[in-house]
């Protein structure tokens, strides 16, 4: 156990929908990263979050946004679903910003129907 | 850009010594890390090099060569329960700020 938690666990959606998924931090830990992880592929970066602020953005569209709040959990949303959105997102947080350990959440399986 | 490289699948017996190994291009390289991913679960830090050498935490080992682009996990002893995909992943801090590339995994399969 990571004491990072995400919700929902499973979710299904059909394309051109809107989605947010949600993810609590390890308690104390200010930064956030959200990854994508295609079935048989290694985790892709989307982008990080820094004491509520965008501190790194990795290959993907705009639509694919995302928050974080003052008690440092986050919302990765995205919009306009396509059916190669379907992935396992993941979350991870961390201590100290670039320097530190991230620890992953359990995953929000999406399926896009 | 970066480029990690992996094996896709690597097979051993209980009770064996099993070695992965991962190889990386990277610029502004901030450390290497593995971790270790169950079927449909998140992945789990196992290790974690930013020098060279050797790191040592019980039936795992983990291994870095930074002039090479090197590292390798090695797992002892090996058990059942340590079939799994094995992430290398390369941090780089670059542009102000940092991010982890992942390879695409190890599958690691354990037999009796």
């Known amino acids: 156990e990571t004491g990072v938690t995400q919700s929902p666990t499973h979710l299904i959606k059909t394309r051109g929908q809107q989605v947010t998924l949600r993810c609590s931090s390890q308690s104390g830990h200010n930064t956030v990263s959200w990854y994508q992880q295609a079935l048989g592929q290694g985790p892709q970066f989307i982008f990080q979050y820094y004491r509520e602020e965008e501190n790194g953005r990795g290959n993907f569209p705009p639509r694919f946004s995302g928050l974080q709040f003052p008690n440092y959990s986050s919302e990765l949303n995205v919009n306009a679903l396509e059916l190669d959105d379907s992935a396992l997102y993941l979350c991870?947080?961390?201590?100290?910003?670039?320097?530190?350990?991230?620890?992953f959440g359990p995953g929000t399986r999406l399926t896009v129907l | 850009g970066q480029n990690i490289d992996q094996p896709t699948e690597m097979t051993a017996t209980e009770g064996a010594i099993v070695q992965i190994n991962c190889t990386y291009q990277t610029s502004g390289f901030n450390g290497l890390f593995w971790y270790q991913q169950h079927a449909g679960e998140a992945p789990t830090f196992l290790s974690y090099?930013?020098?060279?050498g050797l790191e040592e935490k019980g039936r795992f080992s983990s291994f870095l060569s930074r002039s090479k682009g090197y590292s390798y996990l090695l797992l002892k002893e090996l058990q059942m329960k340590d079939s799994a995909s094995y992430l290398c992943?390369?941090?780089?801090?670059?542009?102000?700020?940092?991010?982890?590339?992942f390879g695409k995994g190890t599958m690691l399969l354990v037999s009796p």
């Open positions: 090099n930013v020098l060279d």
């Open positions: 992943a390369v941090r780089a801090l670059n542009s102000g700020y940092s991010t982890l590339t």
């Open positions: 991870a947080s961390s201590l100290v910003v670039d320097t530190d350990t991230q620890y």
